[in-house]
């Protein structure tokens, strides 16, 4: 058994106020995983405890060290595997410890599942589980649930294949914060070991904002599902059964026998939304829902909202969703009314005009949308197996299995539709025993031979879990790669060839998903939405009618103005005012200096009092090699031999030629060292930089009490750096400093020009760092040179 302790003391205390915070205020929560949503969405899994063990299902035994039933017998625990197979129990499995997240997606090859006895979750809370197959079977005489889940909070399932169960095979109810997702609950044993006979059943949905969407429930007798509470069917911590709230929306439901969903009784309030429905000729019943009556003797039946649902080859039912709700029997009741008030329970049935709305957002697709997903997406669906692959094709196909006793439609044995599928598959080198990888870690900058590293956070996630996260290739992921390519689309787009208002529209939706994506907080719906804006966006551009002058049109409005000016003067006086963005630098740069300064302002300003001014042509103001003599007129120097020695040039370094994968990693040239971060934004020291038109400046960001930018450099022996600097804010003040980055001794000079070439002298030999805390100024050029 791998068993590490990772997390306890301090950071764990941290995270306990993590989840405080996120119960006080909904905006702050995290979602379990990118993708998660309804009822049990905010479950933080082993996040929630008092500290984090990774454990290493090593094995496919029953029980015993490194096994499914070890790992589960704890909490605070994130469950992975290094085994791919069929466990077969030879009893339930209790989970009755709080605080757990199983990562089947973990498991190698072709995944893991858990078989010959039933799964249950009982008085167990903060629970993620995912990507797991649970497939009870016939091989003991249990009656029980394939999986079961009772009287817990904050629980999610997601991506699970739960089949082959001799009662229901997934029961959830007596819970608080549910949800059951993308998963595939298939093929329930009609005629197996239960007392009452025939039994199979899909499941039972209860509880207090219990969600279950985009599921596939095929080929059960009935339940699929029974929704609600009943006499043997209790509610939550004792809550009232109008507490229940109960939403079922985006499954599909294919081949029944007996019934299609029903329940909800004693006023329990049930949203029956966009689910397609897929009846065979084993159906005896074409309906949406039969409403059951009340138990408790207060009358009343479901508190029901149905709409969008599709009833297949019945269009009747399609367009009304009440014809295809029907009572139990002819005595209900049924009323209407525009508006339910919480808690109010009525005789008959209330039927609802409005949906039942819960603080867990779902991203909702129409029926037919979520039939072509739920095919392509739902069950343990990392590596989909053959019972899988095979429960999909019947529903595409029309098609139904034969069971040794049923006869056609139904299953009685796993051995009617072939048995347990062999999974295997071979774990990849995990040096440190983390969970995670070698080759994950080396490409995400963590450590391989480092344990620890496996649940540091990183923006809210342990990295375990961003590693398991990355492998599954679920909704948000496929739908947030959408987004960076539609991004990626627009940067290709030329703005002068549309009009201002459409570009600046566009541009507005494409930063509104850049916040969205930047956010692990953001729902599916979110990114979804941000697709979709960008989409209208992009379809609502309008060409401009002439093509607009590049040079000096600040604010896009096709002419040159005194706004332009204006605005080019914010941003000179503070770099990061935000219309200058709206226009490359290139063309802001009148004079071509590689400096964006006062002096284009007024070129740009004389082009507002004078249109035949042409700034198009305006020639170059800045010398690109100054001389000894002018360079040093008026700084100050270390020693006073900086103009009069001989000096041999040994290397030099364009900041220009810093672009692209050269801010990757570091970037060494010619005895200067530069390390960078990504894109057009490094870091050098201890602030951003930003480098553009080959310079490279300290961006003014106001929180930022010091603007650095350092560049490491090495000389054998006394040598002298010479700088081509420039200080775009007209102060009148640029400071450089160089530092021994042996002892930290600093040297510092005073420069008093604009722009210019100086020199700099160093009395010895050493690895030095050359820096500028000044705001605003910029650098083109640095050269080292040795002494003759």
Not at 33 to 44: H, K, T
Not at 102 to 116: F, S, Y
Not at 540 to 554: C, H
Request: aromatic residues 8%; contains cysteine; hydrophobic residues 30%.
């Amino acid at each position: 058994m791998k068993l590490k302790r990772i997390l306890s003391g301090t950071l764990a205390f941290i995270l306990g106020l993590s989840v405080i915070n996120f119960s006080a205020f909904a905006e702050d929560r995290l979602p379990a995983f990118p993708g998660a949503e309804g009822g049990g969405m905010y479950a933080s899994g082993a996040r929630g405890g008092n500290s984090i063990v990774v454990y290493h299902v090593t094995n496919l035994n029953d029980s015993g060290e490194g096994s499914f039933r070890d790992a589960v017998s704890e909490g605070n625990r994130i469950i992975v595997f290094d085994v791919a197979g069929t466990v077969m129990l030879k009893t339930p499995v209790k989970i009755q410890k709080s605080n757990i997240t199983v990562l089947g997606q973990t498991a190698p090859g072709e995944g893991i599942c858990i078989g010959g006895d039933s799964v249950m979750l009982s008085n167990a809370d903060n629970i993620i589980m995912r990507y797991l197959r649970f497939r009870m079977g016939d091989d003991h005489n249990t009656q029980e649930d394939s999986l079961g889940v009772r009287r817990g909070q904050n629980i999610i399932i997601d991506h699970c294949s739960i089949s082959w169960c001799q009662d229901e095979c997934l029961s959830a109810y007596q819970n608080k914060n549910f949800t059951a997702q993308w998963c595939i609950i298939s093929e329930s044993l009609r005629e197996s070991y239960h007392e009452k006979g025939n039994h199979g059943y899909g499941g039972i949905w209860g509880g207090i904002n219990a969600s279950f969407h985009h599921n596939l429930i095929a080929t059960h007798d009935s339940r699929v599902p029974r929704i609600g509470t009943s006499q043997t069917v209790h509610t939550y911590d004792d809550s009232l059964d109008t507490d229940n709230l109960i939403d079922v929306r985006n499954n599909v439901i294919y081949n029944w026998g007996l019934n299609s969903s029903y329940g909800g009784e004693n006023g329990t309030r049930v949203n029956l939304i966009n689910n397609y429905y897929k009846p065979t000729e084993m159906a005896k019943r074409i309906g949406f829902f039969e409403i059951y009556r009340g138990t408790k003797g207060i009358g009343g039946g479901t508190t029901l909202y149905a709409d969008g649902n599709i009833m297949e080859n019945n269009s009747a039912l399609t367009a009304d969703n009440w014809q295809g709700v029907t009572k139990e029997i002819d005595d209900i009741q049924w009323n209407k009314c525009e508006n339910i008030t919480d808690g109010v329970v009525v005789d008959g049935v209330l039927k609802s005009n409005n949906e039942f709305i819960e603080d867990y957002p779902i991203s909702t697709d129409t029926a037919q949308e979520a039939y072509d997903k739920v095919l392509q997406e739902a069950g343990a669906s990392y590596n989909r197996d053959n019972t899988d692959k095979r429960v999909v094709d019947d529903v595409k196909n029309g098609t139904v299995p034969t069971g040794n006793k049923s006869g056609v439609g139904f299953v009685d044995s796993p051995s009617d539709v072939g048995g347990y599928d062999y999974l295997y598959g071979n774990s990849k080198v995990d040096s440190d025993n983390d969970g995670i990888p070698d080759d994950w870690e080396n490409e995400h900058g963590l450590n391989p031979n480092d344990s620890n590293d496996a649940t540091q956070l990183k923006n809210g996630y342990t990295n375990i879990e961003v590693y398991a996260n990355s492998l599954v290739k679920n909704k948000i992921n496929l739908s947030t790669k959408d987004v960076k390519e539609k991004i990626k689309y627009v940067d290709t787009l030329n703005s002068r060839e549309y009009t201002t208002s459409s570009w600046k529209a566009l541009m507005a939706t494409v930063n509104e998903a850049k916040t969205v994506l930047g956010n692990n907080r953001s729902t599916q719906s979110d990114v979804d939405n941000s697709l979709n804006n960008i989409n209208i966006a992009i379809s609502e551009l309008v060409k401009s009618e002439e093509p607009k002058s590049y040079t000096g049109d600040i604010d896009l409005d096709g002419e040159v103005t005194a706004s332009d000016s204006a605005l080019l003067f914010q941003y000179v006086l503070n770099k990061s005012y935000i219309p200058i963005e709206s226009v490359d630098l290139k063309y802001a740069d009148i004079d071509h200096n590689n400096v964006i300064d006062s002096i284009d302002v007024a070129h740009i300003l004389q082009k507002s009092l004078d249109s035949s001014y042409d700034i198009e042509n305006i020639t170059n103001t800045i010398t690109t090699e100054a001389t000894t003599e002018t360079s040093t007129e008026n700084m100050e120097t270390f020693t006073e031999e900086s103009t009069s020695q001989a000096l041999e040039k040994i290397g030099s370094l364009n900041i220009g030629d810093l672009s692209g994968d050269k801010l990757t990693e570091e970037y060494y040239k010619d005895g200067f060292t530069i390390r960078g971060d990504m894109d057009n934004i490094i870091n050098i020291g201890n602030s951003p930089k930003v480098i553009y038109n080959g310079s490279i400046y300290s961006k003014n960001i106001p929180f930022l009490n010091n603007h650095f930018w350092n560049i490491n450099f090495k000389c054998d022996d006394k040598c002298t750096l010479g700088l081509l600097i420039g200080n775009v804010t007209d102060d009148g003040n640029t400071y450089i400093r160089v530092v021994d980055n042996s002892n930290n001794e600093l040297i510092k000079t005073k420069y008093d020009n604009k722009n210019g070439y100086i020199y700099i002298d160093l009395p010895y030999g050493g690895d030095f760092r050359i820096a500028s805390n000044q705001q605003g100024t910029i650098c083109y050029r640095m050269d080292l040179y040795k002494h003759n």
